[in-house]
């Protein structure tokens, strides 16, 4: 029989992985909304938002902003590329930053003009520091499967590069399938290596749902042990410098599916859905989730 938790945690990303794709310039104000309802759906650990560069990414604008006037409820989480964004996130408060290294070179430099090299020699000193101060690091592993730029990725050397974090002490890992090409076999041999290898860091799974494999990159990432999950109210989302990537595996349908199979995770689904609809009418593409499909049509 199947091995499942009782429990999962869920980390939403919406808010910042969600919207930094959006064509719409979303409003602060309906940011704070939507970031505010999910955190009344029970949410507890989100990405709110990113210190990226302006000129890369505008709808990430008013990040200091949305720290500054979000509610501090459950872990706050903000993407810091560098240590420009890392001084700009600490100077309004935040206390939980993500940083972000792509396994593949290629992908690195269109992402924060860096290679992978160079981005792990500048941030060892900077998270040993920032270790000290308490804060909490989370290292986002990019491109941990598949690069739209390289292909296939040697899975020896995502292993390398979530031991190399874990070894200066990081919390958590969120390794991500970033462009949704990953397939339940590979997650579960890459999740299982992680959880045998890595056993005192948080493991989260990350998955975009471009081929609609996200819940069953889900459920093969739960046989290897792993109960924490990236996801994206509304299944918003997608690096603008991965082509090809769309949003990440939709929060409302990975909660009905836990629920269904009896694994709690402290989400109201009702109340999800509705922050779904907060945001709902200020996105370009249209929502169609399977959850939320059913919520619009029995409020209709
Ligand atoms: P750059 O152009 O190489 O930066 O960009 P630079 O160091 O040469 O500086 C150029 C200018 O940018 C300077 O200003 C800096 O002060 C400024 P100027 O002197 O010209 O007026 N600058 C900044 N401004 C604000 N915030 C900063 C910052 N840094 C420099 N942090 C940079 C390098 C990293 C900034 C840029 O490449 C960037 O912002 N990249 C972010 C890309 C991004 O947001 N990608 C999406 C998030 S990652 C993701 O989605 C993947 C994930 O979901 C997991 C998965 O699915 O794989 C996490
Ligand atoms: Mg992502």
Not at 75 to 102: C, H, M, W, Y
Not at 225 to 240: N, W
Not at 287 to 300: E, K, P, Q, V
């Amino acid at each position: 029989m199947f091995s499942l938790p009782n429990n999962v945690t869920i980390i939403e990303v919406g808010p910042r992985d969600g919207l930094q794709n959006e064509k719409n310039q979303v409003s602060t104000e309906t940011k704070l909304e939507f970031i505010h309802s999910l955190q009344d759906a029970g949410i507890q650990e989100m990405e709110i938002t990113s210190f990226v560069s302006p000129k890369w990414v505008p709808q990430m604008a008013d990040s200091s902003q949305i720290v500054q006037l979000s509610s501090k409820k459950g872990r706050q989480i903000v993407l810091t590329p560098n240590e420009k964004g890392i001084e700009r996130a600490l100077e309004v408060g935040a206390d939980s930053l993500a940083v972000f290294v792509g396994v593949s070179n290629t992908f690195n430099l269109k992402n924060i003009n860096k290679s992978t090299e160079q981005s792990m020699q500048d941030l060892k000193p900077v998270i040993t520091k920032l270790k000290e101060q308490g804060i909490f690091i989370r290292a986002c592993i990019s491109t941990a499967f598949y690069c739209p730029y390289e292909g296939k990725i040697n899975e020896a050397d995502t292993i390398a590069l979530c031991k190399e974090f874990a070894s200066w002490g990081v919390d958590e890992l969120s390794v991500a399938d970033t462009i949704g090409m990953a397939n339940p076999v590979e997650s579960y041999q890459l999740f299982s290596k992680l959880a045998e290898l890595l056993p005192n860091v948080l493991m989260t799974a990350h998955f975009h749902d471009t081929r609609k494999m996200g819940l069953a990159n889900i459920f093969a990432a739960l046989q290897a042990g792993i109960t924490r999950f990236d996801t994206s109210a509304g299944g918003l989302g997608g690096c603008p410098f991965a082509p090809g990537a769309t949003g990440n595996v939709a929060t409302e349908d990975v909660v009905n599916m836990l629920h269904t199979m009896n694994i709690e995770t402290g989400i109201d689904l009702n109340q999800l859905c509705k922050a779904v609809s907060i945001i709902d009418p200020h996105v370009s593409r249209p929502i169609d989730t399977g959850m939320y499909r059913l919520f619009a049509i029995n409020h209709s």
